[in-house]
């Protein structure tokens, strides 16, 4: 949980021996916010998961898990139709998003990451993160293939020589070639999947 905030500013989650601030280039240094930004959807997907099983276990009161899952839900819409800018002085995405939900709910947000570690978030919302990118990936790579196909299609009759240890060898078809390099495409995808 973070410490209180200071000035109006987020308190740090490893500041409380400090007496005094600290400098600004540790700040920027020590941010990951502005890495992190982009797993604010697939962060707000695994607290909500969380928060649901802390209400199914009855370690949230009923009337907090409530509150925290309808502010994880609307923050989530908001981030999901690109409503949100994710700004400030948090150190990262974690801290932002329990901050903008304690904005709108109060202190059941402090609440949010009961029984989870950072590192528990980070590695849930990073899998997520690439679980989404290969999943794009790999659509990209199959619509390239895709149109290696289609381009193979249209010249069959197209020639070009073919090699064999660095010398010409026989005559192939664009076709052909094409194909050599689809099927690969297509067993990249494979891996990806």
């Not at 923050?75 to 949100?84: F, N, P, Q, S």
């Not at 069959?156 to 495409?185: C, D, F, I, M, N």
Request: proline content about 4%; aromatic content about 6%; charged content about 30%.
């Amino acid at each position: 949980m973070a410490s209180p905030e200071q000035d109006g500013k987020p308190g740090k989650l490893w500041g409380g021996r400090f007496q005094g601030g600290v400098d600004p280039r540790i700040d920027r240094f020590a941010s990951s916010l502005p890495f992190d930004r982009r797993l604010l959807r697939h962060d707000l997907t695994a607290s909500l998961a969380h928060a649901r099983m802390l209400l199914e276990r009855s370690v949230l009161e009923r009337d907090d898990a409530k509150a925290i899952l309808e502010g994880l839900s609307s923050l989530l819409a908001e981030a999901e139709r690109g409503a949100l800018e994710v700004e400030g002085a948090d150190e990262d995405i974690h801290s932002w998003i329990e901050r903008r939900l304690r904005e709108r709910i109060g202190d059941p947000a402090l609440r949010v990451h009961t029984a989870r570690s950072r590192n528990d978030q980070t590695a849930i919302a990073l899998r997520l993160y690439v679980r989404e990118a290969l999943r794009e990936l790999t659509g990209g790579v199959l619509a390239f293939a895709a149109a290696l196909v289609g381009t193979a299609a249209r010249h069959v009759e197209t020639w070009l020589p073919g090699y064999t240890h660095l010398q010409r060898g026989q005559p192939v078809s664009l076709a052909h070639h094409l194909l050599a390099h689809a099927w690969a495409l297509e067993a990249d995808a494979r891996r990806l999947a």
